[in-house]
C-alpha cells in the first residue's frame, strides 16, 4: 500500500512536471516558435508543396519537395525554427521520394536529396534568421538589395535587439549571421521536374529589396509580408515605397494563382491580395485626406482611423506609424515610372559547390 509520503512526491513530481510543460508552451508562444505544415494543392505524399503556417501571427514559410532536391522559402525568426523547417523538409522530400520510387515500382536508388536553396523573400528577420541552419549544404537566395541588408552587421544586430526585447523571441544567443550565397533582380527561375520555382523581384515594398515566389504549374504564390492576413503591418524598419506595394500586388493579380500564402496569417485564395490592396488604397486615401486638411503628421496619426480593419491585429499599437509613413511618403514626389527589366536566369537546378544531387546520398 502507497504511503501518504510517496504520495505527495508523486503530486509534487506532477506538478513541476505540469509547469515545466507549461513553461515550454508559453516561451513557444511568445517567441512565435510553433507551426503547422499543411499541404498546398493536394494531400499528404501527392503534392510537392507544403505551407509552414505560424501560430498566431507567427511568420509562414515554404517547403518545396522534388526529386532533385528540397527548396525552403523563409525559414523562420531564429535557428530553432530554421532547425525544425529543415528537418521537417527532410522528412517531406523523404515521403516525396519514397512515393516516387513506389510509383515506378523500383527500390531509391539513393536516400532523398537534402536542402538544395534557401529563399528569402525578405532580409527582415522574422523571415531569415533560420538562415544558419542550412549553411552546410544549401545555397541562399535574396533579391541583392537585401542581401546587402543580411550582410549589414549594424542592420543584423539591430534586427536582433529587436526580436529580443520587443518580441521576447527565445534562441536568439545562438543566432549567426547568415548572408545570401546567391543574389538576383528582376526573375529567377530554379527548374525541376516537379515544378518552376520563380522568385520575383517586387523592388522596394514594405522593406528594401522584397520578393515573392510563384509556382506557375501549382498555381501557388508565397507572398511573404506583401500580403497579411488580420495583421496592421509591422512599421519598423520601412520604407516609405507603399504605393510601390500596391503597383506590386496589382502585377502580382495579374498571375494565375489558386493558393496564396501571406507573410502572416491562414492561407487563402487570391482575394487576399485584393484585401491587401484594398487596405492600402484605404490607408492612402485617408492620409491624403488629413494632409488635404492641413493636419500635421503628428494630428493625422492621431486622427486617422480605419474602422473596417480595426479587428485587426496590432491595429491600435501600429497604426499611427503606418499613417505617419504614408504621410511622409505622399510629402515626396510619386516614383518614376521604369521599364520592366525583368530578367530571368532561368537554368536548370544545380546542386550548390561542393554538392552532387543524389549520388553522395547513396544508401550504403
Known amino acids: 500500500m502507497r504511503n501518504q509520503g510517496t504520495t505527495r512526491s508523486i503530486s509534487r513530481a506532477v506538478v513541476r512536471s505540469a509547469k515545466l510543460v507549461l513553461l515550454v508552451l508559453v516561451l513557444a508562444g511568445l517567441g512565435g516558435c510553433t507551426y503547422t505544415v499543411q499541404p498546398v ?3 499528404e505524399g501527392q503534392t ?6 505560424g501560430k498566431d501571427g507567427a511568420p509562414n514559410s515554404g517547403i518545396v519537395v522534388t526529386q532533385l532536391g528540397a527548396v525552403v522559402i523563409d525559414p523562420g525568426l531564429n535557428p530553432d525554427v530554421g532547425g525544425r523547417l529543415r528537418d521537417d523538409a527532410l522528412l517531406k522530400s523523404r515521403v516525396f521520394w519514397d512515393n516516387l ?3 515506378r515500382n523500383e527500390k531509391p536508388p539513393t536516400l532523398p536529396p537534402p536542402v538544395l536553396y534557401v529563399i528569402n523573400t525578405t532580409y527582415r528577420s522574422s523571415h531569415s534568421f533560420g538562415n544558419q541552419e542550412f549553411l552546410e549544404r544549401a545555397e541562399i537566395i535574396a533579391t541583392e538589395r537585401a542581401g546587402k541588408q543580411l550582410a549589414n552587421i549594424d542592420t543584423v544586430r539591430k534586427m536582433r535587439q529587436i526580436l529580443s526585447d520587443e518580441f521576447k523571441v527565445p534562441g536568439l544567443e545562438r543566432h549567426q549571421m547568415a548572408e545570401p550565397t546567391l543574389t538576383f533582380e528582376g526573375t529567377m527561375t530554379i527548374k525541376t521536374p516537379e515544378a518552376e520555382i520563380k522568385c520575383i523581384s517586387a523592388g522596394d515594398c514594405v522593406g528594401e529589396g522584397d520578393a515573392v515566389v510563384f509556382l506557375p504549374q501549382q498555381k501557388v504564390l508565397f507572398a511573404g509580408d506583401l500580403v497579411l492576413v488580420g495583421f496592421m503591418p509591422y512599421p519598423g524598419g520601412r520604407t516609405r515605397t507603399v504605393r510601390n506595394w500596391i503597383k506590386a500586388l496589382k502585377r502580382f493579380q495579374e498571375l494565375d494563382v489558386r493558393d496564396v500564402i501571406p507573410g502572416h496569417g491562414e492561407m487563402g ?3 487576399l ?3 491587401q490592396i484594398d487596405f492600402l488604397t484605404a490607408l492612402v486615401l485617408e492620409v491624403s485626406m488629413a ?3 492641413g493636419l500635421s503628421v ?3 496619426m492621431k486622427q486617422v482611423k480605419l474602422p473596417n480593419y480595426a479587428n485587426w491585429s496590432n491595429y491600435d499599437k501600429w497604426l499611427p506609424e503606418n499613417v505617419r509613413i ?3 511618403e505622399l510629402g515626396q514626389a510619386a516614383p518614376r515610372e521604369k521599364d520592366d527589366q525583368t530578367t530571368d536566369a532561368g537554368g536548370s537546378m544545380a546542386a550548390p559547390n561542393g554538392v552532387k544531387p543524389a549520388d553522395p546520398y547513396t544508401d550504403r
Do not use: P
Request: proline letters at 0%; zero cysteines; charged letters at 40%.
Open 41 to 43: 494543392g493536394g494531400v
Open 48 to 53: 510537392s508543396v507544403y505551407a509552414a503556417i
Open 101 to 103: 520510387w513506389r510509383r
Open 269 to 271: 485564395g487570391k482575394e
Open 273 to 275: 491580395i485584393q484585401k
Open 291 to 293: 494632409k488635404k486638411k
Open 298 to 300: 503628428e494630428d493625422a
Open 326 to 328: 504614408v504621410y511622409e
